[in-house]
């Protein structure tokens, strides 16, 4: 194999770079526009010339016919080279610089001219029209050559046509005019077409920052890979322009938001309506990895501005990872308390081993009877009042951990709630929050309880969660409401300030409403109304081991 590298083929055609390639454009359509006004301009410029020295041939011939004594003379004297006729056309030729004067009598007999043995013959070119009475102006070839004519009538002090003036001015002079406009023409499109090469020079210049010098071809293939990346990606992307309004929506972020390609061109308040998300994608509220509640979704937003003033925000869906957290979380639970009661459990089968082997079964059997007796009271009690199956084992599992946490937690004798609940996973989620919280804020202080009461009013449930804690100031009674503001520190595995904002807009969303008070032994009251939240008697209750599709389970504030 031959070691010498092959020849580099000659590439013919456009350069790649957009900065080239408009340069070249804009150079040659300034070129194309100059060279076309330039001959725009020549094209007429002729026949205005023409046009000129033919009106100034009239012009001439007209002051000439106007000499009275002209009139006289013609029919007083005869042709002669010395006559007063051609003394006087000749005075007037040399006084305006025309070529010929030529005075004629009816019969075309020439009274004056410039080469005077020319006078006494007959005009070249047929004055019949002028001894008809009539102006004329043309461009036509004489004894003297190519000129532009003028002629008219001459007439006596009567009125009576007595012969014709033609005046004639050298064409040479006109196609001089001509040549001698074109340098100063040309100069001017020169100057005209080096300020549009210097304009079309800056103005690639800013396209070549625009664009960061690529081809075409590179940014056709951006944006390909843009497409297919905006809407490939499982994450929700919306970008604003400079004046807050949403110029791109990919799918992800249309089915997180819950809205479509109309919110384009519109302000998030406008598309999104008033509320923590809107503030976050418009800028009013700062930060990472801000957390929000759309729907029943926790999103994650970060938001990023960009360089013409507008800005790019990402949105993940972190329901699904807070179900996990809040699971991890009930697991936990669970596994403290388990851990608890075996202990415990533990304690009771050695004391119950000591009343048998001391052979007082008597009571070894009262002493398990108030064991099972105990637990059994727990479950009843809240399956008495409270018929839905979910809700009952919830707050059956909470008081189990109440228990071991050194909690009271009570339903309270007002509680009825019948089995007709439409949307009982909803609910589970609302008291699961108001308890979890509650729980949170009584641990570690004395005759800590925590009271609950569900009741039906109608098709309406009430909620209310009462508890010993120290209560919540009346100046942070709507902010804890906001999501992602919380008093708490946050577990490692997710983020505090969900768990009410979502009850808020449960309760919101089905018409009702969610408030917190003190309650009236001191400590925290919230209570929550859901309007139509459960089905009229006699209708079919709702399947409480579906599943709701996009439900947020529990969330601890």
Not at 129 to 155: F, N
Not at 299 to 307: E, G, I, K, S
Not at 461 to 489: C, M, N, Q, Y
Not at 550 to 556: H, K, Y
């Amino acid at each position: 194999m031959s070691s010498t590298p092959p020849a580099r083929r000659l590439r013919l055609g456009l350069p790649r770079r957009v900065f080239s390639q408009v340069l070249l454009m804009q150079l040659a359509i300034a070129a194309g526009v100059a060279v076309l006004a330039t001959g725009l301009f020549l094209a007429p410029l002729g026949d205005q010339l023409d046009d000129q020295a033919m009106r100034r041939a009239l012009a001439i011939a007209q002051t000439t016919a106007q000499q009275p004594q002209l009139a006289r003379d013609l029919r007083g004297t005869a042709p002669s080279p010395d006559g007063p006729v051609q003394r006087e056309a000749e005075r007037i030729r040399k006084a305006t610089g025309a070529e010929y004067i030529v005075v004629l009598d009816v019969r075309g007999v020439r009274w004056s001219h410039t080469d005077p043995e020319r006078i006494g013959g007959l005009v070249s070119t047929d004055p019949g029209e002028a001894l008809a009475g009539h102006d004329v102006m043309e461009i036509d070839d004489g004894t003297l050559g190519r000129s532009a004519r003028g002629k008219v009538p001459l007439r006596d002090e009567d009125g009576e046509i007595v012969g014709a003036v033609s005046v004639g001015i050298a064409y040479d002079s006109v196609r001089a005019r001509l040549i001698h406009a074109i340098p100063g023409l040309f100069a001017y499109a020169g100057g005209a077409l080096a300020v549009g090469a210097l304009a079309a020079w800056l103005i690639s210049r800013r396209v070549q920052r625009q664009t960061r010098d690529l081809a075409f071809s590179d940014i056709a293939a951006l944006l390909a890979e843009r497409e297919a990346m905006l809407h490939g990606i499982r994450e929700g992307v919306v970008a604003l322009d400079r004046t807050g309004r949403v110029r791109l929506l990919n799918d992800e972020a249309q089915r997180l938001l819950g809205i479509g390609e109309e919110a384009v061109g519109h302000s998030p308040d406008l598309a999104l309506g008033a509320g923590r998300t809107a503030d976050v994608l418009a800028g009013r509220v700062t930060g990472t990895d801000l957390l929000t509640v759309r729907g029943r979704r926790v999103l994650v937003a970060n938001r990023m501005p960009t360089d013409d003033g507008g800005a790019v925000a990402t949105l993940r869906d972190r329901t699904e990872l807070d179900r996990l957290g809040r699971e991890l979380d009930s697991t936990r639970g669970l596994i403290d308390a388990l851990r608890a009661q075996d202990h415990e459990h533990a304690n009771r089968m050695h004391t119950l081993l000591g009343l048998l082997e001391l052979e007082m079964y008597d009571d070894a059997v009262e002493f398990v009877g108030e064991v099972v007796g105990d637990h059994r009271a727990t479950s009843e009690q809240v399956t008495e009042k409270i018929r839905d199956p979910l809700l009952a084992a919830l707050l059956v599992g909470k008081a189990t951990v109440a228990a071991e946490r050194g909690v009271a937690l009570w339903v309270s004798d007002g509680t009825r709630l019948p089995d007709r609940l439409i949307d009982p996973r909803g609910l589970v989620t609302v008291v699961g929050n108001l308890v979890d919280n509650a729980l949170d804020a009584v641990a570690g202080t004395p005759h800590a309880r925590v009271e609950v009461e569900l009741r039906a009013e109608g098709r309406t449930a009430v909620l209310v969660v009462r508890d010993t804690g120290p209560g919540i100031p009346p100046e942070h009674r709507e902010l804890i409401f906001t999501e992602g503001w919380s008093t708490k520190e946050p577990p490692a595995h997710r983020e505090r300030g969900i768990g009410l904002p979502l009850v808020r807009r449960l309760a919101e969303r089905q018409g009702g409403s969610a408030d917190v008070g003190e309650a009236p032994g001191g400590g925290a009251e919230f209570t929550v109304v859901l309007p139509e939240a459960l089905a009229e008697p006699g209708a079919e209750p709702a399947l409480t081991g579906a599943p709701v599709p996009g439900t947020v389970e529990e969330e601890s504030e």
